[in-house]
């Protein structure tokens, strides 16, 4: 265990330098024009053990909006220009249901890399990711059982659902690079650790879709790219 | 050993009547009895199963004293004793049997039709509330039409439940679903006719209330509607009693029956947060 560790704490020294050198970061803001959809009550009634677990009103989470028109939960990737990697973060990604909601909303993850499903509530929960690429699958979850082991193999934004509850809902956000970001409750984001070269950036949002910009790094330069999405009022 | 045996028979037969006119297991509080009724129409439904459960009842202690009797008068007959016909044939007993409880059966359908016709055969009345109901695996939401008094139309493909547009609304082009309140709950005024219309979004459900005495199948394809008056606040369980999938057994809402002013209230709550 310990010899691990050391190779672990060596092979990160040898690697940081490396990544740091000359490596440029893409940052910005995700902001919206127009009104966006009210998010609706959900009413989990029929659900104590999730419904006592919410002091304050739960409400739907497809547009979740901050202070000054900032979008939050949007998927912003290089879908184009990345380095390759053929292999996924060893470390596994987690997807939590607790008080009948999916923790986080929109979990993205590399192709191929371990999905872990935890199910922290006093209720079974059926976790059903509505796949059309990648294979679509559901599996039960009552309380006490051990987080489920998942991966999907193709790049896709796969919307998932409970098949218990019919209110909850998430989406993986399945990608081929590693070089992700999901934006803060502030509409922010960072894409660190981009090596000089031309890349394509992706802004995905649930309800309002997807938009490109393209962007140039040379050297250890911070580029700020901001996304705007236009809101709907229903 | 026969005469034992029809002892036993005897014995079973009056135990197994206690629990049933006593509602109630002995030493315990499991009680057999249905809950307070809360409806207009209730009392129908009963008296009905109060007569049907008498009838059956006495027919089923006389069936199981004839048994007994016969066990005890022919116990001791020898294993080689010759097995007479009837006198006269069995003919006589036999149409008096099916006259007996086809009579009995015909009674009880047609004192039932009058409880079962008061909900299904009338229709609501013009001033009740208007609710719609729909059941899905493995929730139920319901529908109010909102200030305008008009449902929106539905969009099956508008379903979107993420966004908990469980009914399929379109508000971006249907003005009359943009102030459609719909929620998780039932909740409805004390004292005033509810005509509730149900739909099933997907597989058979039931629509069970004990304390309204209402219990009605979802069906796919078919709009069914039922209509009731419940006189009693408090709150009380919806459940599905159509076996619907593997949440079946969790699929339940709440009825809440409100004071007039509590249910002004919630409404208009409710639709503050549509």
Not at chain 1, 117 to 140: F, G, M
Not at chain 2, 12 to 19: D, G, K, Q, V
């Amino acid at each position: 265990m310990r010899t691990k560790l050391v190779f672990v704490a060596l092979l990160a020294f040898m690697v940081s330098p490396a990544l740091s050198f000359g490596a440029g970061t893409v940052s910005g803001k995700i902001t919206y024009t127009g009104t966006p959809a009210k998010q609706k009550p959900i009413d989990m009634s029929k659900e104590p053990s999730c419904a006592k677990q919410h002091t304050t009103p739960v409400t739907t989470e497809t547009v979740v909006t901050g202070a000054n028109n900032t979008l939050a939960n949007v998927v912003v990737y290089i879908s184009a220009g990345a380095p390759d990697e053929s292999s996924a973060p060893a470390q596994a990604v987690t997807f939590t249901q607790k008080g009948c909601q999916y923790i986080p909303h929109v979990l993205a993850m590399h192709t191929g890399q371990e999905l872990k499903v935890v199910n922290a509530d006093q209720t079974s929960h059926n976790i059903h990711p509505l796949a059309k690429i990648n294979r679509e699958w559901n599996k039960s979850q009552p309380p006490g059982t051990p987080p489920l082991s998942e991966k999907f193999d193709k790049e896709e934004f796969v919307p998932v659902k409970c098949n218990v509850h019919p209110w909850m809902h998430g989406y993986f956000a399945v990608l081929k690079t590693s070089h992700y970001a999901i934006s803060s409750d502030n509409g922010t984001f960072s894409l660190p650790n981009l090596p000089p070269g031309k890349y394509t950036i992706t802004a995905w949002q649930e309800d309002y879709g997807t938009q490109t910009q393209d962007v140039t790094i040379s050297g250890s330069e911070t580029k700020n790219v901001d996304f705007t999405f236009k809101a709907k009022p229903y | 050993m026969g005469k034992l045996f029809a002892v036993i028979v005897f014995v079973i037969a009056l135990l197994s009547a206690i629990p049933i006119i006593t509602h109630s297991w002995f030493g315990s509080g499991i009680s057999f009895a249905l809950p307070e009724d809360i409806s207009t129409h209730g009392h129908a439904i009963d008296d009905q199963l109060s007569d049907t459960m008498v009838e059956a009842g006495l027919s089923f202690l006389a069936a199981q004293f004839v048994l007994a009797f016969f066990v005890w008068k022919f116990s001791n007959r020898q294993a080689n004793a010759e097995i007479k016909t009837f006198p006269g044939g069995a003919k006589g007993l036999v149409i008096a049997a099916l006259v007996l409880v086809g009579t009995e059966m015909l009674a009880l359908g047609i004192l039932g039709q009058k409880a079962w016709a008061a909900v299904y055969f009338t229709p609501a009345k013009p001033d009740a509330i208007q609710v719609q109901a729909q059941a899905g695996q493995f929730a139920f939401y319901f529908r109010y039409p909102g200030a305008d008094g008009k449902f929106g139309a539905l969009h099956p493909d508008k379903i979107d439940e993420g966004n908990s547009n469980f009914f399929g609304l379109d508000p971006a082009n249907d003005v009359d679903s943009r102030d459609d309140i719909v929620t998780g709950e039932l909740a409805i005024p004390i004292n005033r006719e509810v005509h509730l219309m149900m739909h099933a979004k997907d597989v058979g459900h039931s629509f069970y209330v004990r304390e309204l005495r209402i219990q009605q199948d979802f069906v796919p394809g078919l709009d069914l509607s039922v209509h009731f008056t419940a006189t009693k606040v408090g709150k009380y369980e919806i459940v599905c009693t159509q076996l619907c999938g593997l949440g079946h057994y969790n699929m339940k809402a709440y009825l809440n029956v409100l004071s007039q002013e509590d249910f002004d209230a919630w409404m208009k709550q409710k639709a503050s947060e549509q």
